[in-house]
């Protein structure tokens, strides 16, 4: 009966730690998505702007 209880603890201090890891890597990707998301709507306004356009390597750079 001793042992049961000692593997039930067991388990169950491995259960809460992978609850812990698997929470920091929720908000962990919750942060990425946002970031990204972020970053794609960036690129979307800037590339409506027209700022995204191509520099072709015979053109001076626009400081001459």
């Known amino acids: 009966m001793q042992h049961l209880e000692e593997q039930i603890a067991h388990l ?5 730690e992978m ?5 920091r890597q ?5 942060l990425l ?5 972020m970053l794609m709507a ?3 306004s800037r590339e409506s702007e027209g ?10 750079p626009p400081h001459y």
Do not use: C, K, P, Y
Not at 33 to 37: I, K, M, P
């Open 26 to 30: 929720q908000n962990e990707l919750d």
């Open 19 to 23: 609850s812990d890891v698997i929470a």
């Open 42 to 44: 960036r690129e979307a």
């Open 51 to 60: 700022g995204g356009g191509v520099i072709f390597a015979d053109e001076r």
């Open 33 to 37: 998505t946002r970031r990204v998301a």
């Open 12 to 16: 169950t201090r491995s259960v809460d």
